[in-house]
């Protein structure tokens, strides 16, 4: 078997993987096994060489994500009652009511975590589910680059349904102001719930497999 | 020198290999220097950090967290003044703020996001790890709790929910006067001691340990 330098990581490059090797490896601890194995014998994880029924549950739960997220945007988040008068808010209106407050600041915040992030996740996760079907543009690292871009951030969009519980919480002033919460948080919360089990999901190996076809 | 593994011949059951979890490239596991790094030499994945004594600052972290998330939950959060009104409201008021009506799945999720998730991982990484410190052999049931706490990561989200406090401040700033009280800053604390340990935590060397200590 070759041994490859550091220095010569190249576009042409093979790489000796497990599966190549004839060997199931340990997503959870590294461990290699001989292929067949079923359960890993350092952590106890279920092993599996590529992990099969992967992209039909990526591209099941994404569309349940897309699919929750349209009410999340048509429904209020937040309704607001101010000395009786009743005001409800979706969650763009929210954003272009801090910019009329004029705190670009937390707009920018909340229409990131609220809007940017959430669709830009759809489109990355199935540019990269698509990646390994089709060949596409984007080489090995930055399909990996946009694979834990998509792992880290996603839980982030959390933060929305967080802010309206804590204002639900918190301004509670009798007849004066009262916020609740409005049903679209619960969509929104299924929503990005769906598309972090979608990237959870993908496997990553998966992608690299893909690239190698590319390439070749 | 991060390149200290690397594949030479390949044992029939996968023993003396290590297998970078993302892309599946073969990695010879040889022992690391404390301090020393080992990154996958297709994708760079971080594989192995051995740190000394990472063991006992794992369990002493996770301890001081849960005493923490103790004090975050019951002590009160955030106090709210306007006009002559006021409000105090703790973390357990946040997580209610979805139990009206048809909305109560989602206070439980709340919950479960930022209190009873964090809280449960930190209770199996100290219960899984704790024995460690002394030299022992770990506790029965260490691999599933260890395995559990990671799958659980991405879901405990009290980070997400200390900056959500912190938009939410924004948004009523100009409402109302906010004090924060001792729980908040319990939380902020507990958010920084999980951050810190969670970067302190290399799975492959705390599966490795754990395999060599269990007796057999």
Known sequence: ?216 | MTSDLRTEAVPDAGMGLVACPVCDVLHRDAELAVGARARCRRCGTLLFAPRRSAMTQIVMLAATASVLMVAAVFFPFLELQAGGLSRQSSVFDAVMAFSKGMMLPLSVAVGALIVVLPFARLCAIAYALAPMVFGWAPPAHAAPAMRWAEAMRPWAMAEIFITGVAVALVKVAGLAKVTAGPAFWAFAALVLVTVLKDNLMCKFTIWKTLEERRPS
């Not at chain 1, 694979?147 to 880290?152: H, L």
């Not at chain 1, 309206?164 to 719930?193: K, R, Y």
Request: charged letters at 15%; a positive charge; one cysteine or more.
């Open chain 1, 1 to 216: 078997m070759q041994v490859h330098d550091m220095e010569n990581a190249g576009r042409t490059q093979t790489f000796l993987t497990a599966r190549r090797a004839g060997l199931v490896a340990c997503r959870g601890c590294g461990a290699v096994h001989a292929k067949g194995v079923g359960a890993c014998r350092r952590c106890g994880g279920t092993l599996s060489s590529r992990d099969a029924g992967s992209l039909q549950r990526v591209w099941a739960w994404l569309f349940a994500g897309l699919i929750a997220y349209v009410p999340a945007n048509l429904y209020p988040m937040l309704v607001t009652t101010t000395f009786g008068k009743t005001r409800e808010s979706t969650i763009v209106g929210g954003v272009i009511e801090l910019v009329e407050h004029g705190s670009w600041g937390v707009a920018a915040i909340v229409f990131a975590a609220s809007v940017v992030i959430p669709i830009g996740k759809f489109i990355t996760i199935a540019y990269l589910a698509l990646s390994t079907r089709i060949p596409v543009t984007i080489r090995g690292h930055g399909r990996q680059r946009l694979y834990e871009i998509v792992e880290f951030i996603g839980r982030w969009s959390m933060i929305d349904v967080f802010v309206v519980a804590i204002l639900s919480a918190l301004v509670q002033l009798n007849f004066v102001v009262t916020v609740n919460p409005g049903i679209a948080a619960v969509s929104f919360a299924l929503s990005v719930a769906f598309t972090m089990l979608s990237a959870q999901n993908v496997d990553p190996r998966l992608l690299w497999d893909a690239y190698e076809a590319d390439d070749t």
